[in-house]
């Protein structure tokens, strides 16, 4: 909202993990007027309740809502590129499976050139390179370390 100077009519796009973070984009993303296009991994879908009160949401509020397994399907047209942690605290054991898993979801330019040219990219930190590169990460359309001082008052 800080830097778009609203979010309705946004385009979200979540690559990664169906966690916690971004289920809470999904309870609220339609009720603030964002649309959100989600790629995870087969196996690592967002909790099916959630995705029904996304899709219940979505209706109400007129937004659309996608979810794929195709990260550049989901990045497309996006205003924002948003990802997490795809190995969560109490998940290490499962290191080894998820960044198999997870092959070909890293952001990069190359996803980013499906985005809306002002696309922006979000990330609740800590960040690990395989979720999304340096380039990115530190590039001027990164948010991360603005988001991370947002974060500080709320």
Sequence with gaps: QEHYGGLK???IAWIGDGNNVLQSF???AAKLGMHLQIATPRGFEP???IIKITEKNSKEYG?????????LEAADSA?????????SMGQEEEK????????????????AKSAAPNWTFLH??????????DE??????SLVFQEAENRKWT
């Design 63 to 71: 937004t659309k809502f996608l979810l794929t397994t195709d990260p």
């Design 136 to 141: 990115v990460f530190y590039s001027p359309r």
């Design 47 to 49: 909790d099916p309740r």
């Design 9 to 11: 009519g946004l385009t």
């Design 79 to 87: 205003n924002v590129l948003v990802t997490d942690t795809w190995i």
């Design 26 to 28: 999904m309870t609220s």
């Design 124 to 133: 609740c930190l800590p960040r690990k390179p395989e979720e999304v590169d």
């Design 96 to 111: 080894k499976e998820r960044l198999k898993a997870f092959q070909g979801y890293q952001i990069t330019m190359q996803t």
